[in-house]
């Protein structure tokens, strides 16, 4: 059986050639890329680690003024109630010494 110029055409279209493999990345070429892509990982996820902890600085401080602000704001609430107690009972003393009542 000899080959004609057909079966060479066919050929060609489904192999590769020599010069057609001249094209592709080696297994070299893959692990150089290889070694690349991970180290490109690797100084992503250190920056983002880096941004995710400024980011968590900065919202542990905004909570921590805002958590400042309720204490302050229940310290005065309790000031508040203590001093509104003790004008109650004060006026109550003063209505028994008048005999007034209250309504």
């Given at each position: ?29 893959l ?40 204490v ?5 609430d ?26």
């Amino acid at each position: 059986m000899v080959l004609t110029t057909a079966d060479k055409k066919w050929f060609d279209s489904r192999f590769a050639t020599k010069d057609d493999l001249k094209n592709f990345a080696t297994k070299e070429d893959l692990q150089v890329s290889n070694i690349s892509l991970r180290s490109e990982i690797d100084e992503t996820k250190r920056e983002l680690k880096d941004e995710i902890n400024s980011k968590h600085d900065e919202v542990m401080t905004v909570l921590d003024s805002i958590l400042k602000e309720v204490v302050a704001g229940r310290e005065h609430d309790l000031v508040i109630n203590h001093q509104q107690g003790e004008q109650n009972r004060r006026l109550d003393r003063l209505e028994n010494v008048v005999g007034v009542t209250a309504q």
